[in-house]
């Protein structure tokens, strides 16, 4: 008989489990950099920075073009990739059976959100798909100094919801999401949105 651990909460990654938001990233910085007449980065090199933060992402591809990332500019492209991700949130869909597994947990125990998406986006793209009502926390990119791989995210969402971290268990996708987790002491199972499915074999 398979043995699962009874966990006191949940706390989930958004894009890559929850949300298939890839293509989106990979278009709003692509059209960014063609906007700023920078050498448009492949969306190989752009997955290669998966789990980073959308500034941290915008940064390192920059570093990467003028072989440093002067102040003015980073300030520029971000204005720029806000402007065109904005709008393009409503073409960001939940993985099919991503509502399925939220109303299996939140029969089981509590729920979060741990995410190092903006959380204007965050919020929006939680109400427009009828799902905050499942968390009882949402830590987003400024509500943290301190962004994955880095455990602060995961240790405020679980002190939010009155949990150890060890009692709870953290879905993410990404090596960060990992080293996160492992640092924060904290349960984790690596899970990708199209494989949302197998979470009854965890919890």
Known sequence: MLYR????????????????????????????FYH?????????????????TAPEM?????????????????QSVENTRRRISEHTWDDISLYEGAIEALEYVAQICSQGIVSSRGNQSLQYLLQKHGISHYFSS?????DVKNHKPHPEPLLKCAQTLDVKP??????????????????????????????????????
């Open 5 to 32: 651990p009874q966990y006191e909460a949940v706390m989930w990654d958004f894009d890559g489990v929850l949300a298939d938001s890839q293509q989106h990233t990979i278009l709003a910085l692509q059209k960014t």
């Open 36 to 52: 700023h007449g920078l050498s448009i980065p492949s969306s190989e090199e752009i997955l290669e920075l998966n789990g980073l």
């Open 58 to 74: 915008r940064d390192a591809l920059i570093k990467k073009r003028v072989g440093g990332v002067p102040l003015e500019l980073s």
């Open 138 to 142: 949402v830590i987003g990119r400024e």
């Open 166 to 203: 060890c009692r709870s268990l953290y879905i993410g996708d990404t090596e960060h999401d990992a080293k996160a987790a492992y640092h924060a002491n904290t349960n984790f199972v690596r899970l990708k949105g199209e494989n949302i499915n197998e979470l009854k074999y965890w919890v």
